[in-house]
């Protein structure tokens, strides 16, 4: 995205949703049930939003990627869910990291 002086976290947060929907299409063995975890509830209420609203161009990009991803799996049940920030849930505090590093510029 850039630095942290010119985005949000909630942007980070959106647009990291929207790229995990792109590691579910590109998953082929993942055809029924998929759940995206988030500790940002503010990303996933704006994933249900379709009106305009603050970052709406990434809530576009969202649901454009999970209608691509419905139509190569019309019967994939995806979920999005809240998780606790930093509660040692397996997954989530590498992304978190990863996250970080990406917005110092580390890693893309």
Do not use: M
Request: net charge positive; glycine share 6%.
């Amino acid at each position: 995205l850039g630095p942290s002086t010119r985005h949000t976290v909630y942007e980070a947060e959106v647009v990291a949703t929207a790229l995990g929907v792109e590691l579910l299409r590109r998953e082929a063995r993942c055809t029924q049930v998929a759940s995206i975890a988030l500790d940002n509830t503010s990303a996933i209420r704006a994933s249900v939003l379709r009106s305009p609203a603050p970052g709406h161009y990434l809530t576009d990009i969202f649901h454009t990627a999970v209608r691509e991803l419905k139509v190569q799996r019309p019967n994939l049940r995806l979920t999005l869910r809240w998780v606790p920030g930093h509660s040692d849930i397996l997954g989530n505090e590498a992304a978190d990291e990863a996250a970080k590093e990406a917005a110092r510029g580390r890693s893309s």
